[in-house]
């Protein structure tokens, strides 16, 4: 049959193999990782609201009962274009006459010096896991230094926390870290106040949410302000280091902790290694129907291509640019775009253009606030917009178990408020090492 390789496991590439599933092709999923992520609540694990395993689910156990799937844990290292063959690092290549490019993004320093050394960004499980041991360390460390000096722990930064990047992931952390530290003052019994740590936002715009409405931002920021979180706006970060981040005016804040959430890449991805046409901000450049214009049998989808912006039936967009934003929406919808691509060649049938379907764009704030935004406009926020963005991060989660525990640990949260798993599971306790993200697929 008709071989096909889906490169990646997350929001694409499941919804690709999921579209292909049955059909008269042979398919071979390969990851790194044996575990689709759940990305949107990866900030949930790394302020300690969620495990690990509530936002991860085995890709066997996706695929586990489809004959025609099978799952390949290796990472991919190139492709051999005359043999037509997957190169895998210590493992034998994969044939194939189709491939589906899904390997995601990768956290974007910008060329900022000692940004890709210093700060935590927040794009795997293992990021997260690896942020949340370095928060609750950092509580840890601040109540000692109290208990045996008495001093304040401002002047080194251990309780200066500072979020980089004003989008929907920098303004969720910054709200779960002001909820963190409000928890776990009033229920872990450490010997610092509330007021001595310190949430910073920082971000080049003049304002917060830029891809929502302007209204959006400001309640986001109103929302962020009243929880204790200082806003930084209109400045960019000049560079970082083991105890401070230096921005453009000149400004230095002593911090320990810097958390990247300023943009991604797909450099030192499959997709940055393919030698396809790519746009400036690396993604590769594709057709309508999301081939690889000049790669035969290849297409690239999610965060990984430049999707052309086509209005679709109804005539509803989103973005700023020519392209797809980089969504998880979009991911799911090109995925199962490209899979059918695949059976139409296969069929011997013309191929179709991409259409993404806006289904609206979120961001939560923290308990109980959240904006909603409608592709017709319409803007809901508050506790209805926070409502909303529960039950679909619930509808979306893969796993009936996964849907059940994240329903039930979130209701428990809201009604103990004092809850979560506040716990430090790395053996690394170095507190002044450089942080690597490591990341690639």
Not at 138 to 163: C, H, I, M, N, Y
Not at 185 to 190: P, R, S, Y
Request: with cysteine.
């Amino acid at each position: 049959m008709h071989k096909v390789v889906i490169v990646g496991a997350g929001f694409g590439g499941i919804s690709a193999a999921r579209a292909l599933g049955g059909q008269r092709v042979d398919v071979t999923l390969v990851d790194q990782r044996n575990f689709s992520t759940f990305q949107p609540l990866l900030y949930e694990v790394a302020t300690a609201g969620l495990d690990p395993g509530d936002v991860a689910y085995p890709v066997r156990t996706i695929f586990g009962q489809v004959d025609n799937v099978r799952f390949r844990f290796a990472r991919v290292t190139g492709v051999d274009w005359a043999e037509r063959l997957i190169e895998l690092e210590r493992a034998d290549p994969l044939s194939f006459d189709s491939i589906i490019v899904a390997s995601g993004a990768t956290a974007r320093f910008f060329g900022i010096p000692g940004a890709a050394e210093w700060t935590l960004p927040l794009y795997t499980l293992d990021d997260a896991r690896r942020l949340r041991d370095h928060i609750l360390r950092r509580f840890e460390e601040a109540d000692a230094a109290l208990s045996t000096v008495g001093a304040s722990t401002q002047q080194e930064g251990t309780l200066t926390f500072v979020v980089v990047g004003g989008g929907p992931t920098g303004v969720e952390v910054a709200g779960a870290m002001a909820e963190l530290l409000d928890v776990a003052i009033h229920h872990d019994d450490f010997g610092f106040a509330r007021a001595e740590a310190r949430i910073i936002l920082l971000d080049g715009g003049e304002r917060l949410l830029s891809s929502f409405e302007e209204r959006a931002g400001d309640y986001a920021a109103n929302a962020l302000r009243r929880r204790g979180v200082e806003l930084v706006l209109g400045r960019m970060v000049r560079s970082v280091d083991d105890g401070s981040v230096q921005l453009d005016d000149g400004t230095a804040i002593s911090t320990r902790t810097v958390i990247w959430a300023g943009g991604i890449t797909v450099e030192d991805t499959v997709a940055s290694k393919l030698g396809g046409a790519t746009i400036p901000d690396g993604r590769l450049e594709v057709a309508a129907d999301l081939s690889v214009p000049g790669m035969q049998g290849v297409f690239a989808i999610g965060d990984a291509a430049a999707i052309p912006l086509l209005p679709d039936p109804g005539d509803h967009r989103t973005g700023d640019g020519p392209f797809c934003p980089q969504l998880a929406q979009v991911a799911i919808q090109s995925g199962a775009h490209a899979a059918l691509q695949i059976l139409n060649r296969v069929a011997e049938r013309p191929t179709e253009p991409f259409h993404y379907r806006d289904k609206g764009i979120m961001a939560t704030i923290g308990r109980r606030a959240a904006v909603t935004q409608l592709p017709s406009g319409l803007l809901i926020k508050g506790t209805l917009g926070w409502l909303a963005w529960f039950g679909l991060h619930i509808l979306y989660l893969i796993g009936t178990r996964n849907k059940i525990t994240v329903l039930v640990n979130w209701t428990w949260r809201y009604l103990s408020w004092g809850s979560g798993p506040r716990v430090i599971v790395g053996d690394d306790r170095r507190s002044s090492a450089p942080v690597q993200s490591g990341l690639e697929t």
